[in-house]
Nanobody
Framework: QVQLVESGGGLVQAGGSLRLSCAASGGTFSSDAMGWFRQVPGKEREFVIAISRSGGNIYYADSVKGRFTVSTDNAKNTVFLQMNSLKPEDTAVYYC???????????????WGQGTQVTVSS
């Protein structure tokens, strides 16, 4: 059974930075992409960013372009989300996921982490 564990969330002031990590372990799976989504209570899960396992392709949501970056350490089956210039509207639970290809649709991803809370104060 594949397990994804996120870490690195927390409270930060607007304009600050956070780095989230997502470590994959267990089982075997055919995944070509790792993605990050976020969700606030009462709203649908929102796509943030995705990266191919090779790192050669990255797909950004418009809302995070120029502020968020993503990278992978395939030797450690880990993906990192670097979030800079954070805004209060970035406050959400952030989830990582793995799937067969780059997509901004949550239904395309097969495995999900438990989520980590990011809170940006104004």
């Amino acid at each position: 059974q594949v397990q994804l564990v996120e870490s690195g969330g927390g409270l930060v002031q607007a304009g600050g930075s956070l780095r989230l990590s997502c470590a994959a372990s267990g089982g075997t799976f055919s995944s070509d992409a790792m993605g990050w989504f976020r969700q606030v209570p009462g709203k649908e899960r929102e796509f943030v960013i995705a990266i191919s396992r090779s790192g050669g392709n990255i797909y950004y949501a418009d809302s995070v372009k120029g502020r968020f970056t993503v990278s992978t350490d395939n030797a450690k089956n880990t993906v990192f989300l670097q979030m800079n210039s954070l805004k209060p509207e970035d406050t959400a639970v952030y989830y990582c996921a793995v799937g067969p290809g780059l997509s901004n649709y949550s239904g395309e991803y097969d495995y999900w982490g438990q989520g980590t809370q990011v809170t940006v104060s104004s």
